[in-house]
């Protein structure tokens, strides 16, 4: 099998393996193709020094292309552009994910050999998983921050808040009202299955609304146990998400993330819902 050959249990296509699928529109999201100023950039990236890239063994030259792709970000960070690298440190680089399933889809690239390894193994060793973990912690509070830039002036939960960051509503306390928990409209997981070999953390919110979300696998592999939370890790030795395929997870019905409601097979009559239910949850 080629490298850009599907596996039954890939999440994605194999033009999103290679890098060839066709990308999202300059307004859909912070992923876009094209560099551009907003708040969570500057918010994200305070201009880190470089951090070296981690140790390659010159004998064997990697590629990056394809299942390999993600490798390229953690080798050299400071080639791409703010809207694609976040930030970077010494243990890891967080990126926009190129191909989003929401309209807030981040990824936490660790910088260790151990990240060659699959996850299940790699999170076995205790001081390499708390590392991972609390920098997945980090950049959830700024996906978090970001929805909220982006969807507070909508939410109700929100409305004082903005009334005094407005100047339309007068505030005691130097801090501000802490409004809408938005850290809880963000997953966090690794996928029981992955499609790359570089391990990832997705840091996404909760939406499924984007234009890169194009099929039911898509869908299903946030929205069920194909999707592990960090904090799940290690997996006991009889855990069902070491065995993706065998648990079906992938073919599942699909059903509303908000709702519950079951659409079954029918994906283009869940996104015209997940459209709807969009609307109504900026709104909470």
């Not at 296509?13 to 307004?27: F, M, R, V």
């Not at 990126?95 to 790699?122: C, F, G, M, Q, W």
């Not at 919110?205 to 069920?224: A, L, P, Q, T, Y």
């Amino acid at each position: 099998m080629s490298t850009t050959d599907l596996d039954p249990e890939d999440a994605i296509t194999k033009e999103e393996i290679s890098g060839t699928a066709p990308a999202p529109s300059e307004n859909a999201g912070v992923g876009n193709s094209k560099p551009q100023r907003n708040a969570f950039t500057e918010l994200m990236a305070p201009k880190p020094k470089a951090a070296a890239p981690p140790k390659q063994d010159s004998s064997k030259p990697r590629s990056f292309r394809d299942r390999d792709g993600l490798g390229a970000y953690t080798a050299n960070p400071t080639n791409y552009p703010s809207n694609r690298v976040i930030y970077h440190n010494d243990d890891f680089v967080a990126i926009n994910d190129l191909y989003p399933k929401s309209t807030v889809h981040t990824l936490l690239l660790p910088r260790s050999d151990r990240s060659r390894l699959h996850p299940v193994e790699a999170l076995e060793d205790p001081q390499f998983l708390a590392s991972v973990q609390a920098e997945t912690l980090k950049l959830k509070k700024l996906v978090a921050k970001e929805l909220q830039r982006r969807y507070g002036k909508f939410s109700e939960a929100d409305k004082q808040r903005e009334a005094v960051l407005n100047g339309e509503a007068e505030w005691d306390s130097p801090e501000l009202p802490n409004g809408r928990d938005w850290e809880a409209e963000v997953l966090v997981g690794i996928h029981a299955h992955p499609s790359m070999n570089d391990l990832h953390v997705h840091v996404l919110s909760r939406d499924m609304i984007s234009e890169c979300m194009r099929h039911r696998k898509h869908f299903n592999s946030f929205n069920s146990p194909f999707l592990v939370d960090v904090a799940d890790f290690p997996l006991a030795k009889h855990d069902p998400r070491r065995h993706p395929g065998r648990e079906g997870y992938l073919d599942r019905d699909l059903l509303c993330w908000r709702c519950g409601e079951n659409f079954g097979n029918r994906f283009k009559r869940l996104k015209e819902h997940l459209d709807i239910e969009f609307e109504a949850w900026k709104k909470q």
